[in-house]
């Protein structure tokens, strides 16, 4: 299964930017599909992110227009630029990749361990 690794993240305050990465790793084919989560303390994991291999994005309504995520294929690797942030930006921040492999079954997908970003207002 793919091992991913996420980068980034802080404290920041509001209107600020914050950026993060991560990367995958192990043996795998290809990867065809990056994304981010995100969760905040008593909420659940919501995916603010998702980026395909053509490079294709879609995002959360909170986000969108604020956040940037973009994927370096020959990296294996994919980034978050977060923009004008708000408390509500607040939570643990996730990395998912979903991985193509030379055999099937295909195992899962892959997680973060999280990276947590807050934002003060």
């Known amino acids: 299964q793919a091992q991913v690794k996420e980068s980034g993240g802080g404290l920041v305050q509001a209107g600020g930017s914050l950026s993060l990465s991560c990367t995958a790793s192990?043996?795998?084919?290809?990867?065809?599909?990056f994304a981010w989560y995100r969760q905040a303390p008593g909420r659940q994991r919501e995916r603010v992110a998702l980026?395909?291999?053509?490079?294709?994005?879609t995002y959360s309504d909170s986000v969108k227009g604020r956040f940037i995520i973009s994927r370096d294929n020959a990296k294996n690797s994919q980034s978050l630029l977060m923009n004008n942030l708000t408390p509500e930006d607040t939570g643990t921040y996730f990395c998912?990749?979903?991985?193509?492999?030379?055999?099937?079954?295909?195992?899962?997908?892959?997680w973060g361990q999280g990276t947590q970003v807050t934002v003060s207002s």
């Open positions: 192990g043996e795998f084919y290809t990867i065809d599909d």
């Open positions: 998912y990749a979903r991985a193509r492999y030379y055999s099937l079954p295909s195992p899962p997908p892959s």
């Open positions: 980026i395909t291999r053509d490079g294709v994005p």
